[in-house]
């Protein structure tokens, strides 16, 4: 339980005083992760002889252009009746600028609004949990699905694979290949299948 556990989470209480931001109050100290992954023997360094779970192109090479993908200079990935997310490309920057509920998701640190390089949509099955009051959804994260890598302004078809609960989700090309993205902030999104 990372809230209860002394793991280095907390709630910002300015944010959690107000109900409809209590869910959205989470924060993670990074240094309070780090004491406790030291303390408990965890490695702190990547295993290099893991293999990465995102392939990147060279960020000093060549960028990779969807030629064949269809144009992707606005996305817009309706989440239920009053959440409305938004990806608009920035020809000149080279980015997508998320918004949310058509305005800018701003960064509370930096004060700037919050860009992308790449974005992954992963369809796959939601449903309402039955009986729960609350509204919360249940998602399919186990097997394989559809989706749409979109990055410089472009959008092509992907596939993706979960084979177990605790394996990695893996994403392809349309050819079947593992799926290369451009060098940056990637941003993966679980949407229902049919949005």
């Known amino acids: 339980d990372g809230m209860n556990g002394g793991i280095g989470f907390y709630r910002d209480p300015s944010r959690s005083s107000i109900p409809s931001m209590y869910e959205h109050s989470s924060y ?5 992760l780090y004491n406790q992954a030291e303390g408990k023997g965890y490695r702190l360094t990547r295993d290099e002889e893991k293999e990465p779970l ?3 192109t060279d960020c000093f090479g060549d960028e990779i252009v969807l030629a064949d ?3 992707a200079p606005y996305v817009i990935i309706p989440l239920s009746y009053y959440q409305l997310s938004e990806f608009i490309y920035d ?3 080279g980015l997508y600028e998320r918004y949310q509920n058509s305005s800018p998701q701003i960064d509370e640190e930096t004060g700037e609004a ?3 390089k790449n974005v992954i949509l992963q369809f796959t099955d939601m449903w309402a949990i039955s009986g729960d009051d609350a509204g919360r959804m249940a998602v399919s994260l186990v097997g394989s699905g559809s989706g749409k ?3 410089n302004g472009k959008a092509a078809d992907i596939t993706w694979k979960k084979d177990s609960q605790y394996s990695p989700t893996e994403f392809y090309s349309e050819t079947g290949e593992d799926l290369t993205l451009n060098c940056g902030k990637t941003w993966i999104m679980i949407v229902g299948r049919g949005t």
């Open 54 to 56: 995102l392939n990147f």
């Open 114 to 116: 919050l860009q992308v």
């Open 91 to 93: 020809e000149e920057a």
């Open 69 to 71: 993908g269809i144009d």
């Open 149 to 151: 890598y979109i990055t």
């Open 28 to 32: 993670l100290d990074a240094a309070g």
